[in-house]
């Protein structure tokens, strides 16, 4: 990632250059050793230094702005785009990371025009301006899918009364969209920068206000219990608890939060054959094992505290799914970065293509939460926040739901990596990382030769696995027929996958439960990128053939 405080100048023989200066690639970053300037950088012949002639004309100051981005971009990949870009890709990678790197450069530039003299100010205008405008024209998908359910919402209301009784500001109301449950909606025009909603420290559920508790005096001392723990323990008392100043936000939760965790029998064998289906067997086993350690010792430990009708294993259940689908990870005023359940902001629902990325840390001047737009939300318009970089596994186990072509969704593979792929051609294929994946082929860019639509780095990969590196000056014969052998592999692999995933379910999805239709869903998603796949294998050997 980029470093938080961006490096800044303005300098030129009387003024008359302004430069732009990105922050330095961090050598912390686990992925620098990937994105050394000689490794992509270079490669692209940019840098992370930039010369805009105060004289010049808004045609060529967008070049050099359209240069800023790709830098900008690169400097914000995470490990999967850095995998699955490939050499002549320029972006955008994902709308997260243009999100990301349009905010660096707006960033930046606000900085200069705090000092920039008059001769400079016009095109750093005109740079600002423009960036801007591409912020405003990046559209969000998701809210054409979703329609505002009416209903009472006293409940909702109160929590709002709640929220401003205890200082809480917004812009937002919330509202119930079909599918999706609660969400939280612009209640006027939000631009770049505006702070959509502010929560006071006050207010946030983190381990301090646990240390002013009772049970957290109680428990202390035990080794056996972490303070994760304690803060579920704490919840579930708080839940019941009638003069508690959270007693508003507590019956505004939901009664059941339908993650994975609470699938049913039916929603489990929908799954069987699936990553998913282990990945959350096993978390529930943990959970469970958890909770069997706990109780009924602490009702016989601390019966004052425990009342063995409310810690059941609902309950506890319930509290764990309410830290999984609602915490947030916050940098409080006091330095320590903690886990904690925010008031309000809860209700913000997940897209890949958020309105509000950068969050998480508290004003230390006001004491307060803050979540400022990186892109525009319009009135009536559903306002998303970004729950992290998760696949669709991820946020099924523990938020129950599954976003639409997902960036993130990518099946692993478990390939021999002795090979040393510092001695590919490409010198961009060179990685410290020895895991490979594929993803849906609907989101790459190239279709055809030489990688036919799959990751560049798993193509790369098998060339070399299989003794048949691409050579420039070997027959045109003979380079086809390297291609067939990775594309034959491939096949040999996903085509067995496939026929594992079985035929669609001809199940009746409208009367089937929330859980059934969930696990239906994704392994509808698994069939389609492993189908994807075996798509553009078949293809590619159709293209050889021709």
Not at 430 to 455: D, E, F, K, N
């Amino acid at each position: 990632m980029a470093a938080a405080a961006a490096e800044v100048a303005a300098a030129g023989g009387g003024g008359e250059m302004v430069v732009v200066r990105l922050p330095p690639l961090s050598q912390d970053d686990p992925l620098f050793q990937d994105k050394k300037m000689q490794r992509i950088l270079d490669s692209r012949n940019l840098s992370c230094l930039f010369q805009v002639p105060n004289s010049c004309s808004a045609a060529d100051a967008f070049k050099v702005l359209d240069r800023m981005i790709q830098a900008a971009r690169i400097a914000h990949m995470d490990e999967l785009e850095l995998y699955f870009t490939g050499d002549d890709d320029f972006g955008p990678l994902s709308t997260r990371n243009e999100l990301e790197s349009l905010n660096l450069l707006l960033k930046i530039l606000n900085t200069l025009l705090l000092t920039a003299n008059v001769g400079a100010m016009g095109v750093l205008q005109v740079l600002r301006d423009e960036i801007l405008i591409r912020l405003r024209s990046l559209e969000l998908e998701d809210n054409d899918q979703m329609v505002v359910q009416i209903r009472n919402q006293n409940m909702e209301d109160s929590l709002l009364k709640w929220g401003e009784q205890h200082g809480v500001k917004t812009k937002l109301q919330i509202a119930f969209f079909e599918g999706a449950g609660r969400g939280m909606v612009a209640s006027e025009n939000i631009d770049v920068g505006d702070i959509a909603l502010e929560i006071p420290e006050s207010s946030i559920i983190s381990e301090e206000l646990l240390c002013q508790s009772g049970m957290f005096l109680a428990l202390k001392d035990l080794d056996s219990i972490t303070t994760e723990t304690m803060l579920l323990l704490w919840s579930i008392r708080e839940r019941y608890n009638p003069s508690s100043k959270f007693k508003i936000y507590f019956e505004a939760l939901p009664a059941n939060f339908n993650t994975g965790l609470s699938f049913g029998i039916d929603a489990l064998a929908a799954l069987e054959g699936t990553l998913l289906f282990d990945e959350l067997m096993q978390a529930r086993q943990h959970l469970r094992q958890q909770y069997d350690e706990l109780f009924p010792m602490l009702c016989i430990k601390f019966p004052d505290i425990f009342k063995q009708d409310v810690y059941t294993w609902d309950n506890f259940l319930w509290a764990c799914e309410l830290w999984y689908s609602n915490s947030m990870m916050v940098v409080l005023s006091s330095g320590k970065l903690t886990t904690c359940l925010i008031p309000i902001a809860g209700l913000l629902n997940h897209s890949v293509s958020p309105h509000i990325l950068n969050y998480g840390r508290v004003d230390k001047v006001t004491k307060s939460l803050k979540f400022p737009l990186s892109r525009p939300c319009k009135a009536g318009e559903q306002c998303f926040l970004s729950y992290g970089k998760h696949p669709g596994s991820h946020l099924i186990t523990f938020y129950g739901f599954l976003p639409r072509d997902n960036p993130y969704d990518v099946i692993p593979l478990d390939l021999d990596t002795s090979v040393d792929e510092e001695d590919s051609s490409s010198p961009s294929v060179t990685t410290s990382q020895t895991s490979h994946m594929v993803r849906g082929t609907w989101l790459s860019r190239l279709r055809g030769p030489p990688t036919y639509g799959l990751p560049h780095r798993l193509v790369s990969h098998l060339h070399a696995i299989l003794g048949c590196n691409q050579n420039e000056s070997a027959p045109e014969a003979d380079n086809k027929e390297n291609d067939r052998m990775v594309l034959e592999t491939l096949l040999s692999i996903f085509t067995p996958m496939l026929e594992g995933l079985g035929e669609p379910d001809d199940f009746d999805r409208e009367n089937a439960c929330w859980d059934v239709n969930l696990a239906l869903d994704y392994k509808d998603l698994q069939r389609r990128i492993v189908l994807s796949i075996v798509t553009s294998c078949t293809s590619g050997l159709a293209m050889l053939d021709s």
